[in-house]
Each structure stands twice: as C-alpha cells, then as structure tokens.
C-alpha cells in the first residue's frame, strides 16, 4: 500500500509538472495577456507568492515603472513629461495590513485595504467595485489576496463584463484552501490580442513557481511579450514570520 501511495504521489507530480508546462508556453505564445497575477506556494512550503505584471499597446501604458514604497509596489510614470492620462495606470498594485497581503491591477487595492482595515472582508469591497471604464474593451478588474490568519491558502477574483457588455458585470471568486508546491494559479486580464481587448475566459490555471523572488521574476519575465511586457514583481511571504522579500523587473530599467 505505501509503494502504490508513493507510486499515486510521483504520478500526480507529473501531472502537474505536464499541465503547468503546457499553460507556461501557452502563455509564452499569447502577444497580450494584459496584465496578470499569479498566486501559490514554493517547493518547500515554506513561502506563498504573489507575482504580478503589466503590459502596454499605447505610448502612455507603456511609459511606467514599478517602484517599491515602505513595502508597497506602485506605478508611476518613467518620463512625467509623456504621462497624458494617469487615469487606470498609475495606482497601488502591492499592499499589506499584518497578515493580510493584496495585489490587483488597479486602484481596487485601496478599496480592498480599506475594507479590511475596518474589520470587513474583502469581497465586500469588491461587491463595491466592477469591470474599468474603458470602453470598449471593459477590461477585468483582478486581484489576489494572502492572508496567513485564513483557513484558505490563498483566493482569487475576477471583475469583468459579461460578453462585453458594459452593462453586466460578472463577478467571480476562487479559493484554493491547500497550496501545491511548487506551484500556483495565474489569472489576467485579456485572453489575447484584439480589438475591443477580449477579457479573460475560464478558471485560473496552474503556473510554476519558482524557488524565489528574483527566479520567479527571472522566470515570468522570459514568458512575456518583449514587445508588450512592461513591469513585473514578484512578491514571496514566509507563512511562519510573515517577513516578505519582493523583486521588480522594469522595461525601462528604472
């Protein structure tokens, strides 16, 4: 019986060690995902991580940073005299209160934030919120949440229009309650390339991830779009401490 257990765990590695690979060059294929999170734990089970990119089409999207703040991560723009709308594009992707550690692609983070600070949850505040307002391509609003106190690893969301239909928002939330090591999910914005932007279709799928920071930022990065790819961080939390380190990849260097 324990060899046929250990025979049942090595097959179910190579399962996800197959699948993970196959999303990672479906990914490495897609000119433009959007922006994207991916949340899960390391090999060892020691660290949960958040990763987190951007990417741009227009001048504007593509003229930004991420820079680290007291343990925050936000964007700003690299050259302010090119900054035409800051609208949508300069906001607070990475924040934390104790234990509780949010990353999404807008200015929802503080919405989240604030909510939890008052005691609430965060899908209350996201129950505030909907889809951005950029019609026509109504993009997703994400975001991903840590919290070391919950029962669950970690959860997901996504904000988003029905068929692209600005007067429907579709609002949809994913719990993962045991972490596979080694591995995580990644949700993003658009499920490629278009005009309007088609937003994201389907579950969170499975990703690698990396033994640290800076391998996962290593990693994500080679992944994207060298035209498209704009930032990335990468964000990794020890569950017993809490203490975090967090890596960020720049475009433009800065």
């Known amino acids: 019986m324990e060899l046929q257990g250990m025979r049942a765990c090595r097959k179910e590695r190579r399962m996800f060690k197959d699948i993970a690979e196959i999303n990672a060059a479906n990914l490495m294929k897609n000119a433009y995902p959007g922006r994207g999170i991916v949340l899960g734990a390391t090999q060892d089970g020691t660290r949960l991580a958040q990763i987190y990119w951007i990417m741009g089409r227009s001048q ?24 035409t709308d800051p609208s949508l594009i300069i906001y607070y992707p990475v924040k934390h209160y104790k234990d509780f550690h949010v990353v999404s692609n807008g200015d929802q983070t503080d919405t989240v934030m604030e909510f939890v600070k008052a005691g609430r949850t965060w899908n209350d505040a996201l129950m505030t919120r909907e889809f951005e307002p950029d019609a026509p391509n109504f993009t997703p609003r994400i975001t991903g949440v840590i919290d070391l106190k919950a029962q669950w690893a970690y959860a997901l969301s996504i904000l988003k229009s029905q068929d692209g239909d600005g007067r ?38 499975l990703m690698p991830v990396p033994g640290d920071a800076s391998e996962a930022c290593r990693y994500y990065w080679s992944l994207l779009n060298e035209e498209n790819r704009i930032s990335l961080l990468a964000k990794y939390i020890d569950i017993k401490t809490g203490e975090f380190e967090i890596c960020i990849i720049n475009r433009h260097g800065a």
């Open 60 to 83: 504007n999207s593509r003229n930004r940073v991420f820079q680290e703040e007291s343990g925050f991560v936000r964007t700003k723009a690299f050259d302010e005299s090119k900054l």
């Open 168 to 205: 429907h928002c579709l609002r949809h939330f994913y719990y993962y309650e045991k972490p596979v090591p080694g591995y995580g999910h990644c949700i993003h914005t658009y499920k490629g390339d278009g005009s309007p932007l088609p937003s994201f279709a389907g579950e969170p799928y």
